[in-house]
């Protein structure tokens, strides 16, 4: 049966005639084209220049090689004109060529499953192969520098802890002019101990983490702090242990020597201002630390800077004219003597005091003393001189102080040379003249002086940061490296 429900048989079609059916299956169409050019005489050279079709789509039709044949509408176009060439019935043809195009095409439909393949047996025997080892150290090297990193990455984020066995509290009464502050820390750490009046004192513990060190006691309140600083990764613990020791002042014994001086039970330790020190802004810190309960600031006017100061007690030279004979000549006017600033200040119970005062330009003479009850006053004295402003430019001093710390800067955007690690004790001078970037590893070892002015510690101790100074203005922490 075709797709018309109509059987052929042989090269005819049952219902035309009534013609005795040939059971004879009939030729393919190849075989059909072949024979009938065999007839005519011609070769498929001729019949290619007879019919324009080229020879190797005449050799496909022949052979049955449709596959070789373009698409299907070509296909039938070919196989029309070359059946007319050869006299043959083209619309006969053409439903043969799709009678065997359909039995083709259900063939290639008929698929056949391959019969199902044996299970074979999973083999027990590993073998072990060079690229299986090779493969097998990469990878525990890679995981040993993983877990390496990971270690690392756990000491660095951890910060040195800091403990007090000696004295065992942090409130302590202790009557006695030293004493040893003993703990715990890290390996190798090294412990900076902060005392009254910015004194530092290091210490570096031991391989079980147990460090000491001798400090000094002042009569009254003394406040420490101390803080680790890990061998290897460098970080500061925070916050600082805090640490209050109070040494008793000493007790009068009754009796008639209570109407005899008091002996000296006081201290006075003055921080600040040095002696011989300049101020550009006629401001002057005074500060320090103290046993007493009240403090006396007194000043007094020497002279103008750049003059020798007048020798104490000595009469002020009378004013005189420049034509001492012209009884018409006016004197020359006596010139104003600045006013002298004072203070009364009670001292707080931390025993730690920081006055401001101001002063006009000139040289003055400081004098502080420290009152007690009962006990002999205690005096110090600071000669300091007030100079005009500087209108324009940077100076920085650098003083190293307590411990070693690196410092790098840049002056106007060029880098300072002879910087690098300072050692205690080094001295640095700094300029610039619209800005000055410094950059140190330890803040706190860093005491400046900032246009003549005694700017203090630059930051606490082990303190890394990045500092900007311009003209007239305070140093401003900046979050850009020098």
């Not at 390496?148 to 040195?160: C, F, I, M, N």
């Not at 010139?335 to 931390?350: H, L, Q």
């Not at 920081?354 to 330009?361: G, M, V, W």
């Not at 510690?457 to 900046?478: C, H, K, N, Y």
Request: with cysteine; charged share 20%; net charge negative.
């Amino acid at each position: 049966m075709t797709a018309r429900h109509q059987l052929r048989i042989g090269n005819r079609r049952l219902g035309r005639d009534r013609s005795p059916i040939d059971a004879t299956p009939p030729t393919p169409v190849g075989e059909t084209l072949q024979l009938a050019r065999e007839r005519k005489g011609v070769d498929l050279f001729r019949a290619e220049r007879d019919t324009k079709i080229r020879l190797r789509y005449l050799s496909a039709l022949e052979d049955s090689a449709y596959e070789d044949l373009p698409s299907p509408v070509y296909t039938k176009g070919f196989l029309r004109n070359y059946a007319i060439y050869l006299g043959l019935d083209p619309d006969e043809l053409l439903e043969r060529w799709r009678d065997e195009m359909e039995s083709a095409r259900s063939a290639e439909r008929i698929a056949v499953a391959p019969p199902p393949m044996p299970i074979a047996a999973p083999s027990r025997r590993v073998t072990l192969t060079p690229g299986m080892v090779v493969s097998g150290l990469v990878v525990l090297v890679v995981l040993a520098f993983i877990g390496y990193l990971g270690v690392q990455l756990l000491r660095y984020a951890e910060v040195t802890p800091v403990s007090l066995t000696k004295p065992a509290n942090v409130f302590s009464t202790i009557d006695a002019e030293r004493t040893i502050l003993e703990g715990t820390s890290g390996a190798g750490a090294t412990i900076t101990i902060r005392g009254p009046g910015d004194e530092l004192y290091t210490a570096t513990a031991n391989q079980d983490g147990q460090w000491s060190r001798e400090v000094n006691l002042a009569r009254g309140r003394n406040d420490f702090s101390i803080t680790a600083t890990d061998a290897v990764t460098q970080r500061v613990s925070d916050p600082p242990l805090p640490l209050t020791i109070n040494r008793p002042l000493p007790e009068q014994s009754p009796g008639p020597s209570q109407t005899a001086a008091p002996p000296v039970a006081l201290v006075l330790s003055l921080l600040g201002p040095a002696e011989g020190s300049v101020s550009t802004d006629g401001n002057v810190i005074v500060r320090g630390v103290t046993s007493a309960s009240r403090i006396t600031i007194n000043s007094e006017y020497q002279s103008q800077p750049g003059a020798s100061p007048a020798p104490a007690g000595s009469p002020s030279p009378a004013p005189t004219s420049a034509a001492t004979d012209d009884p018409q000549a006016s004197p020359l006017p006596t010139p104003e003597v600045p006013i002298a600033p004072a203070r009364d200040v009670t001292v707080p119970e931390s025993g730690t005091f920081a006055e401001t005062l101001s002063f006009p330009i000139g040289r003055w003479t400081l004098t502080i003393t420290a009152f007690g009850i009962g006990m002999t006053p205690i005096v110090e004295t600071r000669t300091i001189t007030v100079e005009p402003p500087v209108v324009s430019g940077i100076q920085v001093i650098i003083n190293v102080s307590g411990r070693e710390s690196w410092v790098r800067a840049t002056a106007d955007g060029v880098r300072v040379p002879n910087l690098g690690t300072l050692q205690d004790g080094e001295t640095r001078t700094l300029t610039a003249v619209s800005e000055l970037c410094l950059r140190t590893g330890n803040a706190g070892a860093l005491n400046l002086n900032l246009n003549g002015l005694d700017f203090g510690f630059l930051g606490r101790v082990g303190e890394v940061g990045s500092w900007i100074f311009r003209p007239g203005q305070a140093p401003e922490p900046t979050v850009t490296p020098c």
